[in-house]
């Protein structure tokens, strides 16, 4: 079963919106990994934030991390037209020896 | 400049045919995974190999084998076997250990006609 769910699976927005997508997990983690994906292209990676962690920027960026309620938020600013891709959130399951991705939202920026 | 490269980018493939998907990396990365892509969905982990001559299966496989004969690649050959090869594939690669951020390569979609 899926470690990671994004929520919602898709999201339209006007260009210059705040843009706010949701990732829940089941089990306990040491990091949750947040990446971008635009079509037919490779992942990308954004921004990793730690267990011990409760939020953390990166330029438009803004991820929180609420390890009691085991979800995590990804937040764009300011949207543009170029942040058009589908976003995935990864957890390593504290344990395990891999990442496992959720489904993805898909952000669509309308000019 | 530093990467990893996958090739071709697209593939085609007649049923009952084996087929290999390359993957390089010149980061010096210890680990490398293989996923798969359906359409509208997330990545499932086919996979994965922590150091040279050692790999490890991930969730899904079945129909599906790689070698890790250099640090630099890890390709993955899609067999006979596997009923619904149709997808896109990605390739990506991480240091030192299998937790921590990983890169990935351009992909790979294969359609089998």
């Known amino acids: 079963s899926q470690q990671g769910e994004e929520d919602p699976q898709a999201l339209s927005i006007q260009e210059g919106e705040n843009a706010t997508m949701n990732c829940s997990y089941k089990?306990?983690?040491?990091?949750l990994q947040w990446y971008r994906q635009n079509s037919g292209r490779g992942l990308v990676h954004l921004i990793l934030?730690?267990?011990?962690?409760r939020e953390k920027h990166s330029g438009r960026l803004r991820v929180t991390l609420d390890t009691s309620k085991k979800s995590s938020s990804l937040l764009i600013t300011a949207s543009r037209a170029a942040d058009t891709a589908s976003y995935f959130c990864a957890t390593d399951a504290s344990g395990a020896q891999k990442l496992v991705f959720g489904q993805g939202t898909r952000l669509t920026i309308n000019p | 400049d530093g990467g990893i490269t996958q090739s071709p980018k697209y593939l085609f493939r007649k049923e009952g045919q084996n087929v290999t998907l390359s993957c390089e990396q010149n980061l010096n990365h210890d680990a490398m995974y293989w996923y798969r892509q359906d359409p509208g969905q997330g990545l499932r982990l086919i996979y994965y190999?922590?150091?040279?001559?050692?790999?490890q299966k991930g969730d899904i496989a079945e129909g599906y084998s790689v070698s890790r004969e250099k640090k630099e690649s890890f390709p993955l050959t899609v067999t006979s076997a596997q009923k619904n090869p149709t997808a896109f594939y990605l390739c990506?690669?991480?240091?030192?250990?299998?937790?921590?951020?990983?890169?990935f390569g351009p992909g790979t979609r294969l359609t089998v006609l």
């Open positions: 934030i730690r267990s011990n962690e």
């Open positions: 190999s922590q150091i040279v001559n050692d790999f």
């Open positions: 089990t306990s983690i040491n990091n």
């Open positions: 990506a690669s991480s240091v030192p250990g299998t937790k921590d951020t990983q890169y």
